[in-house]
């Protein structure tokens, strides 16, 4: 399994950048796809993540409402609309897949069997 993610790059404050992550592999094995992300001397945080069946989402109260994770109807890509961004959102951004089933343990990186290499998301003020 593969997953690589694509679209990063350099956005000032407010703008807008869309991610994609493309699956490869037996991407049957996955229950869930989501978003990490690890700024500058910070932790790797949770972005956001999405039941690839059901299609139910769960969002990081810092990314809700300006940041909308989607995939295709194949659930073998996952996306990353966001906007409004701010400096606060530079980071490099990693794409997961897990194949657990339960939404909100999704939150934790433990829960994910497979990462991306990441791209990096700069945001200037």
């Known amino acids: 399994v593969q997953l690589q993610a694509s679209g990063g790059g350099s956005v000032q404050a407010g703008g807008s950048l869309r991610l994609s992550c493309a699956a490869s592999g037996v991407t049957s094995r996955f229950r869930a796809m989501g978003w990490f992300r690890q700024g500058p001397g910070k932790e790797r945080e949770f972005v956001a993540t999405?039941?690839?069946?059901?299609?139910?989402?769960i969002y990081a109260d810092s990314v809700k409402g300006r940041f909308t994770i989607s995939r295709d109807n194949a659930g073998e890509s996952v996306f990353l609309q966001m906007n409004s961004l701010t400096s606060e959102d530079t980071a490099i951004y990693y794409c997961?897949?897990?194949?657990?089933?339960?939404?909100?343990?999704?939150?934790?990186?433990?829960?994910?069997?497979?990462w991306g290499p990441g791209t990096l998301v700069t945001v200037s003020s």
């Open positions: 997961a897949a897990s194949g657990r089933a339960i939404l909100s343990a999704m939150r934790s990186p433990n829960a994910y069997d497979y």
């Open positions: 999405l039941s690839r069946s059901a299609g139910a989402v």
